[in-house]
C-alpha cells in the first residue's frame, strides 16, 4: 500500500514538473531584447528590454540621447502580457501606476502586440523584433 501511495505521489509530481516546464517555456520566449519595428516613432528608436519578471522601455532619439524611459513588472501566462509600470521619465510619469493588457503572439523572431494601457488611455498594435 505505501509503494502505491509513493508511486501516485511521484506520478503526480512529475506530471505537475512537466506542466510548469511547458509553461516556462511558453513565457521563456517573451524575455530579451526587443526593437519596435511597427507601427515606428517619427524620430529615434524604441527598444523593450524584458528579463524575469522585469521590463524597461527606451525611446533613443537621433543623437543617442533618451527621449523616453519606463518600467516597471509584468506577467505573462505565455498569450496575455500585463505591464505594471512602476518608474518613468519625467514625460512617462503619468503611466506611473497603470497596467497595460496585451494579447501577444510570436512568430519566427517577432513578437505581435496589441491591447491597451488601463482605462483605453492608448491603443497598442506594435509589432517588435528580436534584437537578442
Same mark, same amino acid.
Given at each position: 500500500?505505501?509503494?502505491?501511495?509513493?508511486?501516485a505521489?511521484?506520478?503526480?509530481?512529475?506530471?505537475?514538473?512537466?506542466?510548469?516546464? $511547458?509553461s516556462?517555456?511558453? @513565457?521563456?520566449? #517573451? #524575455?530579451?531584447?526587443?526593437?519596435?519595428?511597427?507601427?515606428?516613432?517619427?524620430?529615434?528608436?524604441? %527598444? $523593450?528590454?524584458?528579463?524575469?519578471?522585469?521590463?524597461?522601455?527606451i525611446?533613443t532619439?537621433?543623437?543617442?540621447?533618451?527621449? +523616453?524611459?519606463?518600467?516597471? @513588472?509584468?506577467?505573462?501566462?505565455?498569450? @496575455?502580457?500585463?505591464?505594471n #509600470?512602476?518608474?518613468?521619465?519625467?514625460?512617462?510619469i503619468?503611466? #506611473?501606476?497603470? $497596467?497595460?493588457?496585451? $494579447?501577444?503572439?510570436?512568430?519566427?523572431?517577432?513578437?505581435?502586440? +496589441?491591447g491597451q494601457?488601463?482605462?483605453?488611455?492608448?491603443?497598442?498594435?506594435?509589432?517588435?523584433? %528580436?534584437?537578442?
Amino acid at each position: 500500500m505505501i509503494t502505491v501511495v509513493c508511486v501516485a505521489i511521484l506520478v503526480c509530481n512529475c506530471a505537475s514538473f512537466r506542466t510548469q516546464t $511547458k509553461s516556462n517555456n511558453n @513565457t521563456d520566449q #517573451i #524575455i530579451g531584447v526587443w526593437k519596435m519595428v511597427s507601427p515606428g516613432w517619427p524620430v529615434g528608436e524604441v %527598444r $523593450k528590454i524584458i528579463t524575469k519578471g522585469h521590463f524597461l522601455l527606451i525611446l533613443t532619439m537621433p543623437d543617442n540621447t533618451i527621449g +523616453a524611459s519606463f518600467g516597471g @513588472t509584468y506577467s505573462f501566462d505565455g498569450e @496575455t502580457y500585463i505591464e505594471n #509600470i512602476e518608474f518613468g521619465t519625467q514625460n512617462r510619469i503619468s503611466n #506611473i501606476g497603470r $497596467k497595460g493588457v496585451l $494579447k501577444v503572439k510570436f512568430e519566427d523572431n517577432k513578437m505581435f502586440s +496589441a491591447g491597451q494601457l488601463e482605462e483605453g488611455r492608448f491603443l497598442y498594435d506594435e509589432v517588435w523584433e %528580436r534584437v537578442e
